[in-house]
């Protein structure tokens, strides 16, 4: 089974809260959260699992700037996130 998606959003459809984040972080969005990928500044992606209340515990990625990609029920997006 293949899945469709939506286009890329050109305005951001999730918010991430704390940004920057020590341990873990929340993502905050209206929509369906359908595929959430985080990746570093070269392009190694980081395996994630999505906890409840959308919460993403990143303790084990050292400090840094990271891209946060999500596939919503609307679309994708991405957005930088700051590791302390």
Do not use: A, H
Not at 38 to 64: A, C, F, H, W, Y
Request: glycine fraction near 4%.
């Amino acid at each position: 089974m293949t899945q469709s998606y939506k286009s890329i959003v050109n305005t951001p459809n999730f918010s991430i809260y704390p940004n920057p984040v020590k341990e873990s972080f929340t993502l905050e969005t209206r929509f369906t959260i359908l595929d959430v990928c985080i990746s570093d500044g070269l392009g190694r992606k980081t395996p994630v699992i999505l906890l409840p209340e959308n919460q993403i515990d990143i303790r084990n990625l050292k400090s840094g700037m990271y891209w946060v990609k999500v596939q919503t029920s609307e679309g994708m997006t991405v957005q930088k996130l700051i590791k302390e």
